[in-house]
């Protein structure tokens, strides 16, 4: 029973680059959450997605940042016109549908994006 | 704003004894609080988690308190173990969403 997965575990770009990053949701979940965490810092939330809609976008970047979850698939985090600023560990979550009698989601380990 | 603090970025505790991580919001629309646990090149691992309805929720050694008028959650692991060794975030669930908002961590260290 795999846990969710994310590819590729470490990204480098240089700036200008455009940058994508995937997520499989553990088996049965059709949630998935986006997470940045910047060096010293806490996990910042981005985006909430079911199966091909975007729920919650409120934590993304206006411009240059999107996401999408379509029905078969990967959901995939794209960063176009990467700049250096952009460099962070981007997490994935996900939940069963019902979100669980204790909120929880779990998450994935990570992808480490750098720009160079 | 941070609305989710977690003040101490550092604590070290002799393997045996209790560790105590604590985490203050500012935000009343929270209506779950839970602790997960990270290492080093990993995601954050679930922990516990509490209902803002209740003021305590205990899992094993992990126990998380919850005091609303304070706004003011801990989170106790008795005993400590080298394996707890890790950074700690307490996160919040916005009300009516599935948005966390997570605290910046606080690195446990229990030493042998």
């Known amino acids: 029973n795999a846990g969710v997965m994310q590819n590729p575990r470490h990204l480098v770009r240089r700036r200008g680059q455009e940058a994508r990053l995937r997520c499989s949701p553990m088996?049965?979940?059709?949630?998935v959450y986006w997470y940045r965490q910047l060096p010293e810092e806490g996990l910042k939330f981005m985006v909430y997605?079911?199966?091909?809609?975007?729920?919650?976008e409120s934590g993304m970047p206006k411009e240059r940042f999107s996401a999408e979850f379509p029905k078969e698939g990967p959901s995939i985090l794209r960063i176009q016109q990467v700049v250096r600023g952009d460099s962070a560990a981007y997490f994935c979550a996900s939940s069963p549908m019902s979100g669980g009698a204790s909120r929880e989601q779990y998450f994935g380990p990570g992808t480490r994006l750098t720009v160079t | 704003d941070q609305q989710v603090k977690q003040n101490s970025p550092s604590l070290s505790v002799q393997e045996g004894r209790i560790s105590i991580l604590n985490c203050d919001y500012t935000n009343s629309m929270f209506d779950y609080f839970l602790w997960y646990k990270k290492y080093p090149a990993e995601g954050p691992t679930f922990l516990i988690s509490i209902s803002s309805i209740k003021d305590k929720n205990e899992d094993g050694r992990f126990t998380v308190f919850l005091n609303k008028s304070a706004k003011h959650l801990s989170l106790h692991i008795v005993p400590s173990q080298p394996g707890d060794s890790a950074v700690y975030f307490c996160a919040a669930s916005v009300t009516g969403t599935y948005k966390y908002i997570f605290g910046t961590g606080t690195r446990l260290k229990v030493l042998a």
């Open positions: 088996k049965g979940h059709s949630h």
């Open positions: 997605l079911q199966k091909e809609n975007i729920i919650d």
